[in-house]
């Protein structure tokens, strides 16, 4: 229906939990990482080179959609499994805006590992199949209260804007303009909440028809438009080796991007894993072009790709994460084995410090995007100079449908959208991106399943 004026007020008066206040002045941390930067196409740790050599880390899957960083009794345990490991970055696809984190992250700085997260989760999230309404003041709260909650932490290394939510059918890059839009507001937010610069990028899905559009998409335009890097998931390694992966032809497609590519996603469980991407990541072949990577996943979960077991993690929802971890072999020790064995490269390793912008990609029938993005949402704006206040957390009312506070565009010079005037409910997160190795294997036949951001 129509938007009305009322419905209007109604929905900035309601567009968060609480009223904005102003970000309180960050306290020191216990334990202080050097944060991680990016100069052209490569991260650093203060002068020296940075490669993400880490996991995905996500217990209980998308169907529990836990916070594991909001409990110490769950991620406790783990950190003793990842410094085992030899790891020095984690990525963590859900966690609660409304929760204190200090303590678990806390650990993870005392043993040097950095947090990659993603901004998104299944009610807070743009929308595959009505991504305009999705983009909205409800929505960017939420995304800017997880800025505001993980923004003190200096081994916060980057948020992910978007998680697969482009995919392998040409009307879903219909949703490119409105995850960048979120990306450039991200960073417009960090840089007026006054917080150190932390970086912001996109997590792309594998597609051989639209990889490269998106990529380029990611980093054309303003300054203010392109993101700080580019990522994507690859499961194309199947104890395999860099030519018969594939790897060898990427790396030469991306070789000249002018941003840090990684792999947020990778592996394949077809066989029993040597971990061998490692050492093709931390060799020459590749070390000019992509800055290492995250191995899909931690915790076993339905689609089998975990190293670790966690005790009844898969019993009621998967919502007690607190159980006896059990280390998954020989898988477990071959990755241990493989961060041994393959070290990261020390100095520049090829890396480029040109930071090059790409030229936009033409419309074809597998890209149909315009290069001109959304206008933040007039009720967004606020937050710039207030806060967002509290977030909304993990069982919030949701954002995706809440289309009378959507952003003017092109198509919506008005800002009107068709949508109700509630937030999204359990349902309505049936149109987003797959989390990882889902995505290999249940999402084939249900790409439109699951909410637009989080994976597993």
Known sequence: MKTTTVLSALAAAAAVNATPTATLPLKARQTELEPI????????????????????YQPGGAAANVDPLADPKVCKPDIEKFKKLGINTIRVYSTDNSKDHDECMEELAKAGIYVVLDANNPLYSINRDDPHTSYNAIYLQSVFATIDAFAKYTNTMAFFSGNEVIHDHAN???????????????????????????????????????????????????????????AFNDYSWCTSNFVESGWDQKVKNFTGYGLPIFLSEYGCNHNVRDFGELESLMHPNMTSVYSGGLMYEYSQEPNEYGIVKIEGGDEGNGFDQTGKRTELQPEFNNLVKAMKAFPAPKGLAGASTENKASKCPEN??????????????????????????????????????AGHVASKSPEFPDGDAQGSTGGSGSDDNENAAPRGAASILFVSGLVALVAGVISL
């Open 172 to 230: 879903t890059t219909l949703t490119a303009r409105y995850v960048k839009a979120t990306d450039r507001d991200m960073r417009r937010y960090i840089k007026a909440r006054k917080y150190r610069k932390i970086l912001v990028g996109y997590s792309a899905a594998d597609v051989t028809e639209n990889r490269l559009q998106t990529a380029d998409y990611f980093n054309c335009g303003t300054d203010e438009e392109r993101s700080d890097f580019f």
């Open 364 to 401: 074809n029938d597998h890209w149909i995007v315009s290069t001109v993005l959304p206008e933040i949402p007039e009720e967004a704006l606020q937050y710039f100079e207030n806060g967002a206040g509290k977030g909304p957390g993990l069982n919030g009312k949701g954002s995706q449908w």
């Open 37 to 56: 930067t990016a100069t052209g196409n490569a991260f650093y740790k203060g002068k020296e080179r940075f490669f993400v050599r880490g996991i995905d």
